[in-house]
């Protein structure tokens, strides 16, 4: 889920439509087939990884306790958003401005576009915006309310409640019910779809939507059995969400044209959004669970190259969005078609944060502060074996 963010990310210059001020870079060719691809992406990938944050959180309190948990997320997620925001995001606004630049400016070289980087106001570009670090604080806002959580309520109390809540998500009619949670909250979102906040501070909406991901992710935790049990019908959820994407789009698409033509606030309007939210609602559950279950079924012994890629994960998302900003800006001025530099974006972008991860991270404190250990070159263990400690 975490290099899916490269691609979404990549693909995100190249939407047919812009994807309005979160992403204000829009390439002059565009294609209609990478923005269903982005859509398609953007229904289950950061639900995954919320539905994972909370399940390993569980892991990490049941493990270390309340202070070992709240020292290990101070580490692993607060400190890397607060030097993301001084660092990364600063990169950011930076190739977002010699991008436009370049678009602007065909004929225009990068070191003109630096020049005009330093003479205009950064913040016209994201503003006071954390960028693709949102994530981060919105899980240092579930882990906060978890601590409150199993520091004011009692053990009873809180067992009692999580069998019930795990009875009823867990349960056969358990994907029904958790569709129609999530629908609740989306219908209060822009045409009905899933949304994400720039912003240091959460949304109401946001939290009550990716806080039921973590919810069931922490409950799987105690009772696995019964998790991985609703994991297991991964093709039969892989079908279903062909036809259901077909009617979704249809329903999107309506909906955005409805609010683009002013009536999105009248009756019919109002019928198609909750229409999407009730249907990206199903596909939302449908494909995370079904990515989980096919995960879960292929992985099942430890591969090195698999361990190796997971440590890497987390820096290279950290970095990447500054090459995805300014890197589409100077394939502008040449030839290649809209796939060709989709891929040379993407390719550039996975190599060098890959490789910054090798030679940068992995056996420095960054590794240790990442991915709770540093791992040498002399000390890397060898082909078919994995080195132990760590914690995600």
Request: hydrophobic share 55%.
């Amino acid at each position: 889920m975490m290099f899916l963010g490269l691609v979404f990310h990549t693909l995100a210059s190249y939407t047919k439509h812009p994807l309005g001020s979160a992403w204000p870079y829009q390439d002059p060719k565009r294609s209609m087939a990478l923005e269903v691809i982005l859509m398609w992406i953007h229904l289950f990938r950061m639900p995954t990884f919320f539905i994972m944050a909370g399940f390993f959180s569980a892991l990490l309190l049941r493990k270390n306790g309340r202070r070992g948990f709240l020292l290990n997320r101070t580490l692993r997620i607060l400190l890397p958003l607060v030097l993301g925001y001084l660092f990364i995001v600063p990169l950011c606004r930076l190739g977002l401005i010699v991008s436009v630049h370049l678009r602007d400016h065909r004929a225009a070289r990068l070191p003109d576009a630096l020049v005009a980087a330093g003479k205009l106001p950064w913040s016209d570009y994201f503003g006071d915006q954390v960028a693709h670090l949102w994530f981060l604080s919105y899980l240092l806002w579930f882990y906060a309310l978890a601590t409150l959580w199993i520091s004011l309520v009692s053990l009873n109390v809180r067992e009692r409640l999580g069998a019930q809540l795990r009875s009823l998500f867990y349960s056969r009619f358990g994907p029904l019910l958790l569709t129609v949670l999530l629908s609740a909250p989306l219908c209060l979102m822009k045409d009905g779809v899933l949304a994400t906040s720039l912003q240091l501070l959460p949304k109401i909406e946001l939290l009550l939507a990716y806080g039921l991901f973590f919810v069931f992710g922490w409950l799987g935790y105690a009772a696995p059995d019964a998790l991985f049990a609703i994991l297991k019908p991964t093709t039969r959820r892989f079908l279903v969400s062909v036809p259901l994407c077909v009617v979704y789009a249809m329903t999107l698409s309506a909906a955005v044209k409805a609010r683009q033509e002013g009536w999105g606030e009248s009756a019919q309007g109002l019928i198609y959004r909750v229409a999407t939210a009730c249907l990206g609602a199903a596909l939302t559950w449908s494909l995370s669970l079904a990515w989980m279950g096919l995960f879960v079924r292929l992985v099942q012994r430890a591969r090195p190259w698999v361990r190796y890629l997971t440590d890497a994960s987390y820096w290279v998302y950290l970095v990447h969005l500054p090459l995805v900003i300014a890197l589409p800006g100077m394939f502008v001025a040449t030839s290649l078609g809209v796939w060709s530099r989709v891929a040379a974006v993407l390719s550039i972008t996975t190599i060098a944060t890959v490789l910054s991860y090798a030679l940068l991270v992995r056996g420095t404190f960054l590794g240790l502060l990442l991915n709770g250990r540093r791992v040498s070159p002399s000390r890397a263990a060898p082909l078919g074996e994995l080195p132990n400690g760590g914690q995600g």
